[in-house]
């Protein structure tokens, strides 16, 4: 076997990466609530853009398990992802890696290996 095939009786150790997302946003909805829960809140310095100074800011955790965290993730779940910048690379550049994907004349991933 080449160093491109794996071993199907090892079989592949890594959760699928939507279990993985699901996993880790379940996680940071409920560490929000724990920490809105104690009451945690955090100072730092923020720029005020009309007298150009450092003013200190505080911030209270927000709880997502709430009526307004889940309507807050709701109502910003599309300007989220719209404004998140690899979202936009990936909607520009996966049209052109499928369009070359289709008269590339082998696979990138066994390049190395003469069984590919």
């Known amino acids: 076997m080449g ?4 071993s199907p009786a090892r079989g592949n150790k890594v959760p699928h990466p939507v279990v993985i997302f699901l996993a880790l946003t379940a996680f940071v909805m409920v560490m929000s609530h724990v920490l809105y829960m104690f009451g945690v809140s955090v100072t ?15 911030v209270a955790v927000r709880s997502l398990l709430t009526g307004d965290g889940i309507r807050f993730i ?25 369009a070359a994907s289709s008269w590339w004349p082998t696979s990138p991933t066994c390049w190395a290996s003469p069984s590919c």
Do not use: K, W
């Not at 160093?3 to 794996?6: E, Q, Y």
């Not at 910003?76 to 049209?95: D, E």
């Open 3 to 6: 160093p491109c095939r794996h």
């Open 44 to 58: 730092y310095d923020a720029l005020n853009l009309q007298t150009h100074t450092l003013e200190p800011t505080t």
């Open 74 to 98: 709701l109502t910003s779940m599309i300007r989220n992802v719209m404004t998140f910048g690899p979202v936009g690379a990936l909607s520009r550049f996966s049209p052109a890696a499928a």
